[in-house]
């Protein structure tokens, strides 16, 4: 099994995630670890109901891991089959392999799904807690004291991770259980420089299908089940108009930032405080950029230098992204006497280097101590300094007087055969012994050294060829003792320079870490810069107010009409629905709304010429579904997902978006689901989500309280004018269909058309109401007592009724009669 996983982890892109989940008993807590920054991150333990499954759902889309931990009772393995569209092998009637950690061993099983993620399943019981548990208290981390005993690891331990939350524990526990056994040369104990615990409550939660529709990356879905899943393409997205990135590091921040929207209203202040310090400080964003530009995969470097497989180029841009880190910093400091500053990132970078003990300071200066990477690069070997070692002095002197012996020894051969002796070099490698390399060129095949009898060719690799003379076969008998004294001796010193480093490295990847961060908020103030962004003012009061707001798309595209949006305050309307039968961008508009929320909660200035955007907690939407024949659904059946989801998990600080829901469906089924999706919302009162609705369904106002004081209903009819319903139940507004009045044939038409269809969703209303439908007798009697003009009016009485002793369930039937026959409303 390991190396079963092992094959999978490395056949991938090494940057990626690991999820670990576990759940119980409606609970829910998660661990991740991130490949490229060799961190592990622990997800606080969250109420999670099933089937719902909210916070994993998100957890699953923001972090898109490689491979799954999952733990738990039989009836969530059953939910991760269909939650993350892999199979579990929970219902499998064979066990899988074992998991050992000492004397300790819980069963576990892996399953592959070929090209997508991979699973892994651990048993959930007190047994597996305990050795998740162990495993933990066994991690040695950065910062810890020099060789701690068990009670000082639990307390430095404690004061990360909150040891109470049992099912936390068993999740991070599995990922290090998991860590120990997928082949890598290294421990956990190096893999994982630094635990930051993440909070659920400062998430803001987007679903994976708002993505999709508000197009932040551009990703299309294949409709066929063997290529399920999304495909990166070039398209147009939100996420190509923000990268203006100038490292790759700033470019997998904005990916972070695009995929982690937040609900923290300081962490907002300060970076929408970063942006306006960067658009009004363009000479000095200017040079960041300069000096972002030149850091790299700062993470990678670091494990290569763990593995130790690490060469005298991966130190020397270690190095350089030491010293431009440094440099960023340093040019941060410039800044300080700059009041604006106060409260931004750039901030931070400057006060850190102020600390004359910094890590970045303290790590330049020990690498530039110990390690000659000029010479090293030269000699295409890590060499280092002499002064610091006697014995590696000494060694190191034998050894390059056999060099130049060996140098000597050929550099007649070598002038004969007319090659540069630039380009000579003599280095001994631990397989081979001493070996001359030289680079493979034209010149050097024309040299006919590959037929000199003298010259043996040992192997050919990257462009260079090594060559043996029997000089360095008679050396390598006589001096391999002391070479592999030498190597022994520097293999302890970098392990001693690597220890060194990595005490520190958690602190420098931090500041790298605000690097990338600030390179994506720098390409923030470079869109709000070409597009003419406004900062929005992201309050704790339930206001949404949007002045000119224009889609962040659409507006490069063409003409693009703005609008006014305005919502709480004065205006208590939570929930507006507009109605239009016309094409006249009510889907547009939605995208719209929720893109610059979305946008006011990453950091990023809006397009809009002012915005003043509530904090909220989630943005659901009900907007386009891409069809599949994977799913097992059909169009209505996606609608119905859907809005079971809006409806179920929307707060009173969430944001829902509903496009022509019910039209999957006939008219009379889909405007009454329509109709009920919002009268529940209705019924939260001030507690409502603030809501926008756009539907085709004609005088949809009719059949709604729009006395309500939370509902706004306005109507466009085919001229695109708007049409504001009275504040009665009576609405006497001009239908979108055009009717020629002088007609009386057509009126007659039109009239029974909305009679039928009043009849009907009253029906409707009362076997929702009652439970059952009234006696067939009782419908003949509203027919024939009610003038075809009448029956709208009737209808609206007998549904929506002026006193809660109407209509009761004992006698349904008879008062449908007497209504009919009484006096109006």
């Known amino acids: 099994m390991e190396e079963h996983e092992e094959t999978v982890l490395s056949e991938r892109n090494p940057t990626g995630k690991i999820l670990s989940l576990c759940w119980n008993a409606g609970a829910l807590a998660a661990s991740y670890y991130d490949i490229d920054q060799l961190e592990l991150y622990a997800v606080q333990q969250a109420i999670e109901p099933r089937p719902q499954y909210v916070l994993l759902r998100e957890l699953v889309r923001r972090y898109n891991p490689l491979f799954y931990l999952i733990s738990g009772p039989s009836c969530f393995l059953d939910d991760c089959g269909e939650l993350l569209r892999i199979p579990t092998p929970a219902n499998e009637p064979a066990p899988g392999p074992s998991t050992v950690d000492g004397n300790n061993t819980t069963n576990t099983t892996t399953t592959s799904t070929g090209n997508g993620p991979h699973i892994k399943i651990h048993e959930f019981n007190a047994r597996s807690q305990a050795i998740a548990k162990h495993r933990l208290l066994a991690l040695k981390l950065p910062g810890m004291p020099r060789e701690p005993d068990e009670s000082e690891c639990r307390t430095f331990l404690e004061s990360i991770l909150p040891f109470e939350q049992e099912l936390l524990v068993h999740s991070v526990g599995n990922l290090l259980l998991l860590l120990d056994g997928i082949g890598e040369p290294l421990s956990p104990d190096r893999l994982v420089t630094k635990i930051n615990l993440v909070t659920p409550s400062t998430q803001l939660i987007i679903d994976g299908l708002t993505y999709e529709a508000l197009q932040i990356f551009d990703a299309s879905r294949h409709p066929s089940g063997f290529k399920c899943g999304t495909a990166e393409s070039r398209g147009m997205s939100v996420y190509s108009l923000f990268n203006k990135c100038a490292s790759r590091n700033g470019e997998q ?28 400080n363009i000479g000095y964003a200017n040079q960041l950029e300069q000096h972002l530009k030149h850091l790299s995969n700062l993470g990678l470097l670091y494990r290569r230098i763990l593995q130790g497989s690490a060469r005298n180029e991966d130190w020397k841009a270690f190095k350089k992204n030491l010293y431009y880190l440094y440099s960023l910093c340093k040019l941060c400091a410039l800044t300080l006497d700059d009041a604006k500053v106060a409260g931004t990132l750039i901030e931070s970078l400057g006060r850190y280097v102020r600390n004359h003990d910094n890590a970045l300071k303290q790590i330049l200066f020990t690498i530039d101590k110990c390690l000659d990477l000029e010479r090293g690069a030269e000699e295409n070997k890590l060499i280092i300094r002499t002064g610091l070692d006697r014995t590696i002095d000494q060694l190191r002197e034998q050894y390059d007087g056999l060099r130049r012996l060996v140098l000597e020894t050929t550099r007649v051969e070598m002038q004969i055969l007319q090659l540069d002796l630039g380009n000579i070099c003599v280095t001994y490698l631990p397989s081979f012994g001493f070996v001359i390399s030289t680079q493979v060129d034209e010149q050097l095949q024309r040299s006919g050294i590959f037929e000199n009898a003298s010259f043996e060719l040992v192997f050919q690799a990257d462009a260079t060829a090594y060559f043996q003379i029997q000089l360095c076969k008679e050396l390598n008998t006589e001096f391999g003792v002391m070479i592999g004294q030498l190597i022994e001796q520097e293999l302890a010193f970098q ?37 003419r962004y406004v900062r929005p003012c992201v309050g704790e009061d339930k206001t949404l107010q949007i002045g000119a707001g224009r889609h962040v798309m659409l507006e490069h595209r063409r003409d693009y009409q703005a609008h006014d ?7 208590l309307h939570y929930v507006n629905v507009i109605a239009a039968d016309s094409t006249i961008g009510k889907t547009t508009y939605l995208k719209e709304l929720a893109t610059i929320c979305y946008l006011a909660h990453i950091g990023s200035f809006v397009p809009a010429e002012c915005a003043r955007i ?3 907690d989630s943005i659901y939407t009900r907007l386009d579904h891409p069809e599949s024949i994977f799913s097992g659904r059909s169009s209505f059946m996606s ?4 809005m079971a989801l809006v409806l179920q998990n929307s707060s009173s600080r969430s944001l829902v978006l509903i496009d022509e829901f019910g039209k999957g469906t006939n008219y009379v089924e889909g405007k009454a689901l329509l109709i009920a999706s919002i009268e529940h919302l209705l019924k939260r009162q001030q507690d409502a989500p603030v809501t926008f609705v756009t539907t085709r369904f004609a005088r949809i106002g009719e059949f709604l309280p729009v006395s309500h004081r939370f509902l706004r209903v306005t109507e466009v009819n085919s001229s695109g004018t708007r049409d504001e319903p009275e504040t009665s139940r009576n609405v006497t507004g001009n239908d979108t269909t055009t009717v020629d009045v002088t007609d009386p044939n057509q009126l007659l038409e039109t009239a029974y058309q909305l009679a039928s269809r009043a009849v009907a969703f009253t029906l409707l209303k009362l076997h929702l109401t009652v439970g059952r439908l009234p006696e067939e007798e009782t419908v003949r009697t509203l027919f024939s007592a009610t003038p075809v003009t009448r029956v709208i009016e009737r209808c609206l009485e007998i549904s929506h009724p002026s006193t809660s002793t109407l209509l009761a369930n004992d006698d349904v039937n008879e008062a449908l009669p007497n209504r009919t026959a009484g006096s109006t409303h």
Request: glycine letters at 6%; proline letters at 4%.
């Open 614 to 616: 509530p904090l909220l």
């Open 639 to 642: 609608e119905l997902y859907q």
């Open 253 to 280: 921040w904005l990916v972070r930032l695009m995929t982690q929207p937040i609900r923290d209203r300081d962490e907002l202040h300060r970076r929408h405080e970063t942006v306006q310090w960067l658009l009004e």
């Open 565 to 571: 949006t305005s919502v709480g305050g004065a205006n």
């Open 495 to 531: 392990t001693r320079l690597i220890s060194s480093v990595g005490h520190r490295f958690p602190e420098v990847m931090g500041v790298f870490k605000d690097a990338g961060k600030l390179d994506a908020l720098l390409s923030f103030a470079t869109v709000a810069k070409m597009y």
